[in-house]
């Protein structure tokens, strides 16, 4: 249960900027399908993932092969 508190602020970044880009920005434009800025919006965001896996590791000094 520790472990999920540490990575809470993790996913309250990362679920509102998908709901946001993908459920009002992106729906309203004229880009609104699958295609090379929808995928560079997805992979940007999930770009956050392995840095705050990093930085937690990192801030608690646990070795990143464990």
Known sequence: MKRLGLYAPLA???LPTLAIGYGF??????IASV??????????????????????????GTPSYA
């Open 12 to 14: 309250l970044h990362v």
């Open 25 to 30: 920005m992106l729906l309203g434009s004229p």
């Open 35 to 60: 295609n090379q800025y929808t995928i560079g919006f997805a992979v940007a965001v999930s770009g956050f993932i392995p840095s705050y896996s990093a930085d937690v590791r990192l801030a608690r």
